[in-house]
């Protein structure tokens, strides 16, 4: 079974998991292409971070930055051994019921060229590719030179 809680404080679990995203993206992109929120940044008022277990073990996480007229999926990860099993999908759902219950109709996101595996599942997913957003699109082009854009309309707030 998978639990979708949400991390209140950046605790160790939630170190550990972005700490591990991150040294994968250091692998793959220079500094100046990766565009993941700090751990602290995690833990702002507009951002709700989920941290996913499986078997009570942590194994995934992902976050949702909320802005006035659309949501961002950040720090979006899943350990290699549960890959597969439905982990991101799980959080991809929790983040997608959080920005429809703020009343938002459009879920964004950036992520990296590299990133295949991400790609499909954000395309089966129901994303589309889209041009830059926000403060990507203002940032100079060898910064957002392996980026990828993608939306997804989530509809209107149940009323």
């Known amino acids: 079974m998978i639990a979708i809680e949400r991390a209140t404080e950046p605790t160790a679990e ?18 100046e292409q990766r565009h993941g929120l700090a751990v602290d940044a995690l833990f702002e008022p507009h951002v709700r971070f989920f941290v996913a277990s499986l078997e009570g073990a942590p194994v995934g996480c992902g976050g949702v930055a909320f802005f006035a007229d659309f949501a961002e ?23 997608e019921a959080e920005a429809h219950a703020e009343g938002l109709r459009v879920l964004r996101l950036e992520t ?37 854009f993608y939306e997804k309309p989530i509809g209107p707030r149940p009323g």
């Open 73 to 95: 999926v950040k720090r979006m990860y899943v350990r290699p051994r549960a890959r597969g099993k439905g982990v991101a999908r799980a959080v991809l759902g929790r983040i």
């Open 112 to 148: 990296g060229t590299n990133q295949v595996e991400a790609m499909r599942l954000y395309e089966r997913w129901g994303f589309r590719r889209r041009e830059a957003f926000g403060a990507y699109a203002v940032m100079p082009p060898h910064e957002v030179a392996t980026s990828v």
């Open 14 to 31: 939630v170190r550990g998991l972005v700490t591990e995203l991150e040294q994968v993206l250091a692998a793959e992109y220079p500094p």
